[in-house]
């Protein structure tokens, strides 16, 4: 996550897994408030629109295996802290670009380059190179033109001095669970039920500079902003923070009511059903002072009037540090975070109606 105030300023200037059942939707009772802030308003009664509860069967292949696997590659040495216009960087992308080849998932390039290329005078003398977004999805087999974005940032602080900053958590746990997210959807999509709506995996770099990857995408966009349903932001979700010390089944959510009752009500409705984890709001409130809404990348969606969500486990000790390490993962945490997400996304696409922005 990005820790300086840039994100801040420009705010500033802007504003002067549960048992299958045969039904084919189900209400959800939320009665029961699953949330640390007390203003957040919850229908109890919405209804879910997913088709004969395939949603549980893909979920569960999301599997702390594969997490393991690629954020241990992601945050090795090998990758030199991953930051933004060098070899480290360059590295990843490699990577992540590959894994969804090897997945079969298809480049948003019509010519299969998953790579959008950003110039470095984008950056403003923040890196020397280039640098690049990774963007891959899956067509929607009835709605095609509609899009719900995934996202998380790949890059990082890079090595200062002699150490190097892995950013395990820092996002290469948010990097994980968007391709293991891929991974689960191009599952369905083999077995004949991929999503309604097109999904776009979208890995964005510069965030540590500026949020520039998903500014960039946002003024450039590779599918319409005017047809973007949604996009979930995944920064930081496989730790937890002190506040949670004693119950770390939890996940912050920020932004899901500002702009879509029925994002936060099918958010809430979603959780309940599957996993069951606290949602902590205490981020989301409108005078927040660490101004978490403004400091990763869904904003630069938000700003556009396309309704986020982001998933977030909180700062902690090791946070902008070279302790910043996958042996502190807990992949337990990762696993269910990530099957929130994949649920979430997975009721976005197969509902009926698109989501309403109301506010």
Request: aromatic residues 12%; proline residues 3%; glycine residues 6%.
């Amino acid at each position: 996550m990005k820790f300086t105030l840039i994100a801040f300023i420009f705010s500033l200037a802007l504003s002067c897994g549960s048992s299958p059942k045969s039904s084919d939707t189900e209400t959800i009772s939320t009665t029961e408030k699953n949330t640390s802030t007390d203003s957040i308003k919850i229908n109890t009664n919405f209804i879910l629109d997913s088709t004969n509860n395939l949603a549980n069967e893909y979920g569960q292949k999301i599997s702390q295996e594969n997490l393991k696997k690629i954020l241990h590659v992601l945050a090795s040495d090998e990758y030199f802290g991953r930051r933004t216009g060098e070899i480290g960087q360059k590295k990843a992308a490699e990577f992540i670009s590959n894994y969804y080849k090897n997945l079969g998932v298809a480049a948003a390039d019509l010519n299969g380059n998953y790579l959008q290329t950003i110039p470095k005078t984008y950056f403003k003398g923040s890196t020397q190179n280039n640098s690049e977004n990774i963007v891959a999805y899956i067509k929607g087999s009835e709605k095609p033109d509609e899009y719900i974005i995934l996202s998380a940032h790949y890059d990082h602080l890079g090595i200062k001095g002699d150490k190097i900053y892995n950013g395990a958590d820092d996002d290469a746990s948010g990097t994980s669970a968007v391709i293991e997210i891929a991974k689960a959807f191009q599952s369905a999509v083999k077995t004949g039920n991929g999503p309604k709506r097109s999904i776009v995996f979208l890995h964005v770099t510069g965030e540590e500079l500026g949020l520039y990857g998903s500014k960039y995408y946002t003024e450039n966009p590779i599918f319409p902003l005017e047809k973007t349903v949604a996009n979930l932001n995944i920064d930081m979700i496989g730790r937890f923070d002190e506040k949670h010390a004693e119950n770390p089944e939890f996940v912050y959510l920020i932004g899901s009511d500002k702009l879509s009752s029925e994002l936060h009500e099918l958010s809430e409705a979603t959780n309940k059903k599957y996993t069951q984890l606290e949602l902590d709001y205490t981020y989301n409130a409108e005078n927040d002072p660490n101004r978490f809404y403004y400091r990763s990348d869904h904003y630069n969606f938000a700003k556009n009037n396309i309704p986020v969500i982001f998933y977030f486990n909180g700062v902690h000790e090791d946070y902008h540090k070279p302790s910043d390490t996958a042996d502190k993962i807990r992949f337990d945490l990762l696993q269910k975070r990530t099957q929130l997400v994949f649920y979430t996304a997975w009721e976005i696409a197969n509902r009926d109606k698109k989501l309403v922005v109301d506010k």
